[in-house]
């Protein structure tokens, strides 16, 4: 079956192309004449504003020709094999499909062939555009979900108009979101072997050591509510926490290469099962890993089951954050003794006196029992963490010691989408717009979307192989269409 012209057979076809382009240029063109036969000149943004309203019209009645030529033989088919049995088909009918893309809207009528032996109906030109199922075709859809992505859905809608021309929904954005995020799996979200490598590449000095690889993990809260029925009372929402991981280079002038990120609103046990997967594609041997966290246990035990060669690292601002507490409570809040008790505690920390410094605390007489118990907090959190707390040695050997990469993470994932103004989440839908976001982020969207359209494609050969007795059920099909 010919897909498109030969290199013979395209030269007069392109002829006929740049003919009926002028011819559409030329039309185009004419609706500027106002502009010239007015008294007054038009101002930039008059003429700007003239050009991406009529633009669509142009770029799409060229890309309408641009089918049409580049695919004559196709469009004009009359016999066509069976993909399933191979027998010999002739045409049934031409079907006319109405298609919305970045460029504009237009039409391609193509044959349509049915196969009574297999029940199977089909449409050759579509497997070759690679036609989605929807109206909106896979130029528009990507865009749309990284848009999404980023604002509320029916922000989505308007920005989307008002920059590109083209209309889209509130849910139609809410539904190829979730769509695509049914394919972002932890396995195409995550960076590939190769692109790590090449980023540890990136970071590594010849002379120097291997590069310092930090894995830093942390929760932060987010609204959830159960999935309801519709037209019934939604359920108590309520706040959960979502496990997150963000992995980076400290690259040459201590610059941040981002490796990788992951947030879910998952258990314990499943963060641990993600973040092992995720180890596996990364060559510890060329690194030298540091295990980046606060005083909670799920996390550490997650990371050194990961990464069971890491140095483990307490955040300092976290542990920073409970010496001014205590101190705040031994002393006058924000007093000059309180102050100093917190830088002095600090530094004998900073420099590996734990010992001495839980010492310290045990003599202590606080003056009310809150005092006493946040004292004894501090004395627990130092002994359970003794040996995550050296950060001389560790800044001095080029590790990081402070969780500004994961908490900034948090934000930039987490907060900024999921904490809109009276956002509440259905767990799934949640996960799967952190699945998009840890995707853009990583740079592994694109390749993410591509599977996605690769998938949509093949449903849409599905859907056309069904008969025209169940075009009823096939519109039930295409929930975007």
């Not at 045409?91 to 196969?115: A, H, L, N």
């Not at 865009?143 to 989505?156: I, L, Q």
């Not at 396995?187 to 010849?206: C, G, L």
């Not at 930039?412 to 103004?421: A, L």
Request: glycine fraction near 6%; charge should be neutral.
């Amino acid at each position: 079956m010919a897909i498109a012209c030969t290199q013979e057979q395209f030269s007069p076809f392109l002829e006929e192309f740049q003919t009926m382009a002028h011819e559409v240029l030329d039309k185009w063109l004419e609706g500027f004449r106002p502009f010239f036969e007015s008294e007054e000149p038009p101002g930039l943004e008059a003429l700007s504003n003239h050009f991406q309203k009529t633009r669509s019209e142009f770029m799409s009645a060229c890309m309408q020709a641009a089918i049409e030529k580049l695919f004559p033989h196709m469009i004009e088919q009359t016999q066509a094999p069976c993909p399933r049995c191979g027998k010999s088909l002739s045409r049934k009918r031409s079907d006319e499909r109405k298609v919305s893309t970045m460029q504009g809207k237009f039409s391609i009528w193509r044959p349509y062939f049915y196969c009574a032996d297999c029940h199977h109906g089909f449409h050759p030109l579509d497997k070759v555009l690679r036609l989605a199922p929807q109206h909106h075709q896979h130029d528009v859809q990507r865009r749309v979900v990284k848009t999404a992505a980023r604002v509320p859905f029916a922000e989505t809608a308007e920005q989307f108009e008002e920059l590109s021309g083209v209309m889209v929904g509130n849910h139609f954005s809410h539904e190829t979101l979730n769509a695509v995020a049914d394919v972002a799996a932890l396995e195409n979200v995550i960076p590939q072997r190769e692109e790590i490598n090449a980023r540890i590449q990136r970071a590594t000095v010849a002379s120097g050591p291997p590069p310092v690889l930090v894995v830093a993990s942390d929760g932060a809260m987010t609204p959830t509510r159960p999935q309801a029925p519709r037209k019934t009372k939604r359920g108590r929402g309520r706040y959960r926490e979502v496990k997150g991981v963000r992995i980076y280079l400290i690259g040459p002038e201590k610059r941040i290469i981002h490796v990788a990120s992951w947030h879910q609103i998952q258990e314990a046990d499943e963060f641990t099962e993600d973040l092992i997967r995720i180890a596996e594609r990364i060559d510890v041997s060329r690194v030298r890993v540091a295990l980046l966290g606060d005083g909670a246990g799920w996390l550490w035990n997650a990371m050194t089951k990961a990464f069971p060669q890491g140095r483990q690292i307490l955040d300092y601002y976290h542990c920073a954050e409970h010496v001014w507490k205590v101190a705040d409570h031994l002393y006058p809040e924000g007093s000059l003794e309180a102050h100093e008790w917190a830088e002095a505690t600090l530094v004998r920390l900073c420099l590996g006196k734990i010992k001495e410094t839980v010492a310290d605390l045990e003599t202590l007489n606080p003056r009310d029992t809150q005092a006493r118990e946040e004292v004894q907090k501090l004395i627990t959190y130092l002994n359970n963490n003794a040996h995550r707390i050296d950060y001389l040695e560790n800044l001095d050997a080029g590790y990081a010691i402070g969780s500004g990469g994961i908490e900034s993470a948090n934000k930039f994932i987490s907060h900024t989408r999921m904490k809109r103004s009276g956002a509440w989440w259905i767990e799934p839908y949640g996960n799967g717009m952190l699945r998009i976001r840890c995707a853009m982020y990583n740079g592994t969207y694109d390749r993410l979307f591509n599977q996605y359209a690769g998938k949509a494609s093949l449903k849409r050969c599905w859907l056309s192989s069904l008969t025209r007795f169940s075009s009823c059920a096939v519109r039930s099909f295409e929930p975007y269409g």
